[in-house]
């Protein structure tokens, strides 16, 4: 099994910035797709961002584009730069995987396609 680890949450400003980070305990190399979903309280888990390990390609929500920036290293990490962050960005944040199928620019946000998830990290705007 696969097991990713988030970190970086925490309180900030409106119009702060966030680093988000997910280790995982397998070079990512070896999974197609790394995501991070956020879930507010009473709402389904969203897709934020994506990116295809292969080749770096990055997708995003609309609702971030322009503020967050997905990134990995060569090793077994993946960031979400948060900037400009505002309320509505409140929300536990996950990270996820996908073993199975490569990145698809259509189907990247849903939740059904990732087959590893970590336990998440809160961030909260104020």
């Known amino acids: 099994d696969v097991q990713l680890v988030e970190s970086g949450g925490g309180s900030v400003q409106v119009g702060g910035s966030l680093r988000l980070s997910c280790a995982a305990s397998v070079d990512t190399s070896s999974l197609y797709c790394m995501a991070w979903f956020h879930q507010a309280p009473g709402k389904g888990r969203e897709g934020v961002a994506v990116i295809s390990s292969g080749d770096g390609v990055t997708w995003y929500a609309d609702s971030v584009k322009g503020r967050f920036t997905m990134s990995q290293d060569n090793a077994n990490r993946v960031y979400l730069q948060m900037n400009s962050v505002k309320p509505e960005d409140t929300a536990m944040y996950y990270c996820?995987?996908?073993?199975?199928?490569?990145?698809?620019?259509?189907?990247?946000?849903?939740?059904?396609?990732?087959?590893?998830w970590g336990q998440g990290t809160q961030v909260t705007v104020s």
């Open positions: 996820a995987a996908d073993s199975n199928r490569r990145c698809s620019g259509d189907s990247w946000p849903q939740v059904w396609r990732y087959n590893y």
